[in-house]
């Protein structure tokens, strides 16, 4: 298989990026038998490993025409006279490229959350915290995995774009390790719960809704370990440090929405950006997709306490602060149900499969 790096359409990229760490890996000699919540959560993060390479049938394929079989409207071009004047050919290149687009970011980010889930395990000051969060590098690894393989089906990739970047470098920068946990477990988990779960449920290819599946049954423990931690941890702090954490929040939030615009797809398919990326941001479709991402957000930063009148006017204005009353169990409770009945799904599909086989062995042996 190739490796990714020969199917980004952008030259020169560096095969390797690094950030400076300046933090002090904790040890915990105390090896007291860990919070009840924190150890269950591990025991989970533990029965509930997957292998990507049995657990998803890779044999299926991406359509030609359009990948992952989902609608035209999710991309805002679709409503400029740029898509109306394209022929067949060049509307299912731009399809492949926007969905690879969007795979590849979900891809760096799963790398970006391996690399934050192993800064934590080595900074958090618990044990308890340690088991769990290494049960969450492995399943990050996983998620590279399973997206890698799903990439190479596209025939294009695109490295991390620069929003999403900056986002991780300051994750990775800052040497509170609160904050990783804040900008990983909250804001880009929780925006890419947002974003997996609309192609699981709007896709039509069933290679894509299973990856996306199988990944979010694992990211609600991920979340679920950011938010008993910060749970735990902010009400220690000051007022002013709690302003600051808010103060991160807010322009995180602001960064993500209003500069995830993918001009390197427009850039590459000699395209006119600025009028695609207008068209992107005026579209019905996007405008509330751009609030939905929020919806895992807002309830958990509501829940681990960072909800001064100053970040609540801040998601009013964005328009999600309705967000703040999602049952976020009920939703967690959805993503694995779903996993499950792709389970159900792949499990028939192995018995006809055994089945056939069989029977056409019985047809064989009664001609003979
Ligand atoms: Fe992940
Ligand atoms: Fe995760």
Redesign the pocket.
Known sequence: MASLRDLYPIPDIDPCWTVPQGFESAFDWEYDDGRKQMMHLYQKGKDMQWDALSRIDWDEQLGAENPMEIPDETQGISYTPVWARMDKKEQAEMRQHFQAWTTSQFMQG?QA?LIC?AKIVQQVPDLDAKFYAST?VM??AR?VEAYKKLLQKFGVAYPMTKPLQTLVDQALRDSRWDMTYLA??VVI?GL?LAAFSNIRDIAKNSLAQQVNAYVMQ??SR??AFGRLTLKEYYPQLTQKERDEREEFLVEACYHMRDRFEAREIYEILDLPADECIQAQFESGYLQHFRSMLFQRIVPIVRDVGLWSDKIQAAYREMGVIDFAQTDYSALSARDNERAEEFDEINKRKRQEYVEDVAALGAKVAAAE
């Open positions: 799963e959350a889930a969450q399943d990050e998620h990983m477990q988990e890419a694992d990211e991920h979340v």
